[in-house]
């Protein structure tokens, strides 16, 4: 028989989804970018490192992760830390830190150390966890989204509250708490708004609301986004032949907006394609969170794939105007090697969490 060591842990599901989803987003990339090779060469490198580090990721057993949880969210949080201190100001934010020639955006850990932490926190909790470990969870969230709100960098802040809202939720917590947090939030959205929010992101959503009262300012991403998706049609114009990617109407082509340079050249059906991958990838990593060991890996797992599904929905609904743009990338599609990194290193956890079983004594 071979022992635990011998083995090697993979998900031959998960492992074709992403590699699927990094040569379309490569193929993608190449008409978004104008066919600038540099720019797809940089983000291949970028898929051959990440797939080897997921792989690495997903061999040792999940009770290290449990166990390092603690360390791994004090060094992100010193990492960002260092990022005030000594990173480089690029668009107004303080979001980056160099090693040698590379840049990493260092704010993207904390979207993997804040659901394994809350995970290791409330895995072996009494149900329904109580108002103090509520409390003491939410504490921590806030902290984190709020140290990242303030680079400013809102959509990294919005996935990283998510991403502990979700272990949270996940854990036990009521319905009723649910329902009093929301209104909360309501009542409390004046204080937001003019205090919290800075002047461009209160650009954004006055905009969101009224898109038409500066279409050629703040409005011009999200009209010609629109524009993109809709003249894409059933079959698309073509690949490299849309006329907003292409003669540069469209904005931000390579990151944030590269879901409408695929609806304009591939039409719904290249878009239809597209959303099943992430459907499929989904649908199995639910699975391995049904089929984990424990509840400790499974609230990871569970907290990871809907922190994923919800950086999705995020990018989805805003390029076509359902929600404000606050700068969400569309995973393993969209330029960024943070962004990138972070989500192979999170696939690599939930694979190791799904794969590792208890061995019984035999």
């Known amino acids: 028989m071979n022992k635990p060591f011998q083995k090697i842990y993979f998900d031959p ?4 989804s992403l590699f699927l989803l990094s040569i379309l987003g ?28 997921m792989i690495l990721i997903s061999q040792p057993d999940p009770d290290i992760f449990r ?54 926190f409330l895995f072996d909790k009494k149900l329904p966890i109580q108002r103090k470990e509520i409390i003491i969870s939410l ?28 272990v949270l939720f996940l854990s036990g917590l009521s319905w009723s708490f649910i329902g009093g947090s929301i209104i909360l939030l309501i009542i409390s959205s004046p204080f937001i708004w003019n205090i919290l929010l800075q002047p461009f992101q209160r650009q954004r959503i006055a905009t969101f ?7 050629f300012g703040a409005s011009w991403n999200i009209i010609q986004s ?3 998706i809709g003249s894409g049609g059933l079959l698309g114009k073509g690949f490299g032949e849309g006329s907003q990617t292409q003669l540069n109407f469209l904005p931000e082509t390579e990151t944030d907006f590269i879901f409408s340079v695929i609806g304009e050249e591939f039409g719904f059906l290249g878009v239809l394609l597209l959303l099943s991958i992430y459907l499929f990838l989904l649908l199995r990593c639910f699975y391995l969170a049904l089929s984990a060991r424990d509840r400790f890996c499974r609230l990871v797992i569970g907290g990871l794939s809907l922190t994923f599904a919800a950086n999705l929905i995020i990018n989805l609904c805003m390029v076509v105007g ?10 393993f599609i969209s330029k960024g090697g943070s962004s990138l990194m972070s989500l192979f290193i999170a696939f690599g956890i939930i694979v190791s969490m799904g794969t590792h079983k208890k061995f019984l004594p035999q």
């Open 13 to 16: 599901y998960i492992f074709f």
């Open 26 to 53: 490569l193929f993608f990339l190449f008409s978004a970018s104008n066919a600038d090779m540099s720019i797809v060469f940089k983000q291949f490198i970028y898929v051959v490192v990440g797939f080897i580090v």
């Open 67 to 120: 166990r390092m949880s603690g360390l791994f969210l004090i060094f992100s949080l010193l990492l960002l830390g260092i990022t005030y201190l000594f990173g480089p100001e690029i668009n107004g934010a303080q979001r980056w830190v160099r090693i040698g020639p590379m840049s990493f955006q260092s704010s993207e850990l904390l979207k993997l150390a804040v659901p394994i932490f809350l995970a290791k």
């Open 139 to 166: 504490l921590i969230i806030f902290c984190c989204f709020f140290i990242v709100f303030r680079q400013p960098d809102l959509g990294t802040a919005l996935i990283i509250a998510c991403s502990g809202l979700l």
């Open 209 to 215: 609301f009224n898109p038409e009262s500066d279409p």
């Open 226 to 228: 629109k524009v993109a």
């Open 322 to 331: 359902l929600l404000p743009v606050v700068g969400m990338p569309l995973p």
